[in-house]
């Protein structure tokens, strides 16, 4: 579901029903329930600048591993178990945004990555993502909003009803931003 590559060129795979890979070059080591990971059904990861992981979960919610190899489960600011967590960006501040089944968390850095919410929906946010300006953009079912430091701009009315906005595809050199979608 996802691949990322660390500073010493260590690759990381992330399965829906088989947790965390790694893979050196030569071998794949599995980090699951098996071996102490809180879940196996990991949808996408994320490790920050400062050296934190956070895996974004079906089952657990958002699971936020320090460099010490510490897990915990980081709930909604309702105190709730955060329902489908799908894709996770890091902000230039340090701060952490993670799509889920309905709406965004900012996870505040200086805070010990106290959560608190962004976008509140009964649509599903599939993806994240920062364009070249910096500006962050939310994509989901029927959802297509753009975030311009603390205001938003809702484009969902552009898109045909029912239709999920699954990934960018591309962002040309204007700016300009090409969408996929599932339907």
Request: net charge negative; hydrophobic share 35%.
């Amino acid at each position: 579901r996802d691949i990322e590559f660390d500073e010493s060129g260590m690759m990381w795979v992330s399965t829906i029903d088989k947790g965390i890979a790694s893979f050196d070059g030569r071998r794949f080591v599995n980090f699951n329930s098996s071996t102490g990971l809180l879940t196996d059904q990991t949808r996408r990861f994320l490790r920050t600048r400062s050296g934190d992981y956070f895996i974004c979960s079906v089952d657990k919610g958002i699971i936020c591993v320090d460099p010490y190899l510490n897990q915990r489960i980081i709930l909604s600011p309702e105190g709730d178990t955060v329902i489908y967590a799908r894709d996770a960006i890091e902000l230039d501040n340090g701060n952490v945004w993670i799509a889920h089944g309905s709406g965004v968390l900012e996870l505040e850095k200086s805070k010990g990555y106290a959560p608190r919410n962004i976008l509140k929906c009964d649509n599903e946010i599939i993806k994240l993502y920062k364009d070249v300006k910096g500006d962050i953009w939310v994509v989901g079912t029927n959802t297509i909003i753009e975030y311009v430091k603390d205001s938003y701009t809702d484009f969902s009315h552009l898109i045909p009803p029912n239709t999920d906005v699954w990934d960018m595809l591309e962002e040309n050199t204007t700016g300009k931003l090409y969408f996929a979608t599932g339907s």
